[in-house]
């Protein structure tokens, strides 16, 4: 059973710093791209960061030099380190692990991030 599990949001005032965990299990890990999305209200959800198999990352420019992306392949673990929040980045985080050759993808539940002004 495939489960993916996010945890680490909450409220943060503007200028603090929260650091977000996606656990996998039931998945070869090592096999999978995994990524962090949000959707805030009213908005499509988009891609923030992405760590590739390969131990490649990228973040979106909209959140580059404040949030950065790593993981830790013994743990399938992924983590979100988000510096210098600010309002707008408030949405619900999920994280996505996707297998690229089939593109069979998974989904986490998401968890809140509040940045209070």
């Known amino acids: 059973q495939v489960q993916i599990v996010e945890s680490g949001g909450g409220l943060v005032q503007a200028g603090g710093s929260l650091r977000l965990s996606c656990v996998a299990s039931?998945?070869?890990?090592?096999?999978?791209?995994i990524g962090w999305y949000r959707q805030a209200p009213g908005k499509q959800r988009e891609l923030v960061a992405q760590s590739s198999r390969r131990g490649t990352t990228a973040v979106a420019d909209s959140v580059k030099g404040r949030f950065s992306i790593s993981r830790d392949f013994a743990k399938n673990t992924v983590y979100l380190q988000m510096n210098s929040l600010k309002p707008e980045d408030t949405a619900v985080y999920y994280c996505?692990?996707?297998?690229?050759?089939?593109?069979?993808?998974?989904w986490g539940q998401g968890t809140q991030v509040t940045v209070s002004s």
């Open positions: 996505n692990a996707l297998l690229r050759d089939t593109l069979h993808d998974y």
């Open positions: 039931g998945i070869t890990f090592r096999l999978f791209d």
